[in-house]
């Protein structure tokens, strides 16, 4: 049972650039969240896509954006790339819950991204 | 606010002691979600243990054990004789309605050195 794979691993970009990192959630899951990781900080939540819409999102600029497609992968892009987004990005994976209720997520080995 | 405090940033034992990482949490929702995730040196954050906020019972599993006490809001984590593989950064985080039930809120980590 595959879990939760992401793509690049590693990835270096100078400043301004745009960059698009990719997720696969494990299987039997159709949300997936993204997150940013600073080094030496815990990880901060970017968004979540449910059903193909973005359900949720955290203070993050528009400059970052995303999208999940039917079979529930996900992209991540940052656009107008800063120094300040070099990091490790995480995707996590999970089951929708009704009720307001909360699954627990599962994390991918992470993209990490230096901006030069 | 929804907060998670992580104080200690590392803590360095010999391998075979007992060893207890703090967690403490701000929240005014009377339903939320309560984690643990180890991240090793290959980035992952592997998911460890969930607790919701109508459950107080201690949980042991294995060498792990955990200590959720809403009078203090903490939610203790435990390894008991530890080993050089525990070594790795530890993780508390928070979900709840307040910050967005899909969004989770992270400690800043305690990374454990477990020396041989």
């Known amino acids: 049972d595959a879990g939760v794979t992401q793509s690049p691993t590693h990835l270096i970009k100078t400043r301004g650039q745009q960059v698009t990192l990719r997720c696969s959630p494990k299987s039997g899951h159709d949300t997936v969240s993204w997150y940013q990781q600073a080094l030496g900080q815990g990880p901060q939540f970017i968004f979540q896509y449910y059903e193909e819409e973005e359900r949720q999102r955290g203070n993050f600029p528009d400059r970052f954006s995303g999208h999940q497609f039917p079979n529930y992968s996900s992209e991540l892009n940052v656009n107008a790339l800063l120094l300040g987004d070099s990091a490790l990005y995480l995707c996590?994976?999970?089951?929708?819950?009704?009720?307001?209720?909360?699954?627990?997520?599962?994390f991918g080995p992470g993209t990490r991204l230096t901006v030069l | 606010a929804q907060k998670v405090t992580q104080a200690q940033t590392e803590i360095s034992v010999v391998e075979k002691e007992d060893v207890t990482l703090d967690c403490v949490y701000e929240?005014?929702?009377?339903?939320?979600?309560l984690f643990w995730y180890k991240q090793p040196p290959s980035g992952e954050l592997v998911f460890l243990i969930r607790?919701?906020?109508?459950?107080?019972q201690n949980e042991i599993s294995g060498r792990y054990s955990w200590n959720f006490q809403k009078s203090t809001s903490s939610f203790n984590f435990t390894i008991t004789a530890s080993q050089v593989v525990d070594s790795a950064v530890y993780f508390c985080?928070?979900?709840?309605?307040?910050?967005?039930?899909?969004?989770?809120?992270f400690g800043t980590g305690t990374r454990l050195k477990v020396l041989a």
């Open positions: 929240t005014r929702d009377t339903t939320y979600y």
């Open positions: 607790r919701n906020s109508f459950d107080e």
């Open positions: 985080a928070l979900s709840g309605p307040t910050s967005g039930t899909y969004k989770y809120i």
């Open positions: 996590a994976s999970s089951s929708f819950v009704a009720g307001g209720s909360t699954d627990t997520q599962y």
